[in-house]
């Protein structure tokens, strides 16, 4: 095996070029909703992951300090992860643009289930958590999340994508290979 060790703009270690790098980690897409003192409040995230299934199923989130949220979830202990399908762009777009913050919860139907942070209906999974562990690093906060209760909504499975600065859907590469 050969390993190159040449050092050029491409192969330096800083903020933008970590951003572009991570612009082509394709993610699921997220609401993450919570509790304000009884409201409701939400946020677009990709930034989920699965810690572990057993014996406690439990998986983590990276807020920003600036989003709004981040502040509900550390005093309401609680939020619910709520994965989004290819067809919630308009979702998508509403939950992560801070103009139409007052608009969120008013088109979409939300059911509370255990902890009480809304769970989406139409969305292909939901998993209510309370938080059991914080980790501070820079300017996000990393919540660990006890799972209390999950929800399959949907039977089929067309996730919600985003790379490189864009929402996409398997199902359009599926297409695209079809028609090849
Ligand atoms: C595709 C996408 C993924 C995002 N992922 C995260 C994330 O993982 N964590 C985070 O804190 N913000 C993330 N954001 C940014 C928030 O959704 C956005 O800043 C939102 O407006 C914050 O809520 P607020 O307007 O109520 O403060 C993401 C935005 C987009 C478009």
Same mark, same amino acid.
């Given at each position: ?82 994965? +989004? ?41 939901? %998993? ?14 990393? %919540? ?30 599926? +297409? ?5």
């Amino acid at each position: 095996m050969k390993v190159r060790t040449q050092m050029h703009e491409d192969t330096m270690s800083d903020p933008d070029l970590f951003k572009r790098g991570m612009r082509r980690l394709a993610a699921g897409v997220s609401v993450i909703t919570t509790l304000d003192d009884g409201r409701p409040a939400g946020f677009v995230a990709t930034a989920v992951t699965s810690v572990c299934a057993d014996p406690a199923p439990s998986l983590l989130i990276c807020v920003n300090r600036s989003a709004s949220c981040h502040a509900v979830i550390h005093k309401s202990g609680i939020f619910c992860v709520n994965v +989004l399908g290819e067809g919630d762009v308009e979702i998508a777009n509403l939950f992560s643009s801070r103009e139409h913050r007052h608009r969120r919860f008013t088109d979409c139907d939300w059911e509370a289930l255990e902890t009480g942070a809304p769970a989406l209906t139409g969305a292909l999974a939901s %998993f209510d958590c309370r938080v059991s562990e914080k980790m501070e690093v820079e300017s996000h906060t990393v %919540f660990l999340g006890r799972v209390a209760t999950i929800k399959l909504w949907e039977r089929e499975v067309h996730p919600l994508l985003y790379v490189d600065g864009h929402f996409d859907s398997l199902r359009s590469v599926a +297409l695209a290979k079809s028609a090849a």
